[in-house]
Nanobody, 123 residues
Framework: QVQLVESGGRLVQAGDSLKLSCRVSGRRFSDLAMGWFRQAPGAAREFVATIDWTGESQYYADSVEGRFTISRDNNKNTVWLEMNNLEPEDTAIYYC????????????????WGQGTQVTVSS
């Protein structure tokens, strides 16, 4: 059974940077495509970024393209989301996710969710 544990969320100011981590256990990490989603209060959970099992292919939501970077280290069973130039609109609970396909772009792709980590960006 795959388990995902996120960390790194906290309160920051607009313009700051933050790096989230997600450690994976229970399955060979190098077999898994990984993704990050977020959910703001009163909103649906939305896609943020995904990375394939090799780490060579990434895809981002338009709202974060150029500001966020997803990366992974298959030796550390960890995927990261580096967030730069944060905006108040980035405030949300951020969830790590994985699925059985080559990417994780929509919630239907997801087999396993992490518990989430809160990111709050003050203006």
């Amino acid at each position: 059974q795959v388990q995902l544990v996120e960390s790194g969320g906290r309160l920051v100011q607009a313009g700051d940077s933050l790096k989230l981590s997600c450690r994976v256990s229970g399955r060979r990490f190098s077999d898994l495509a990984m993704g990050w989603f977020r959910q703001a209060p009163g909103a649906a959970r939305e896609f943020v970024a995904t990375i394939d099992w090799t780490g060579e292919s990434q895809y981002y939501a338009d709202s974060v393209e150029g500001r966020f970077t997803i990366s992974r280290d298959n030796n550390k069973n960890t995927v990261w989301l580096e967030m730069n130039n944060l905006e108040p609109e980035d405030t949300a609970i951020y969830y790590c996710a994985t699925g059985s396909g080559p990417s994780v772009v929509v919630t239907d792709d997801v087999d396993t969710w992490g518990q989430g980590t809160q990111v709050t960006v003050s203006s």
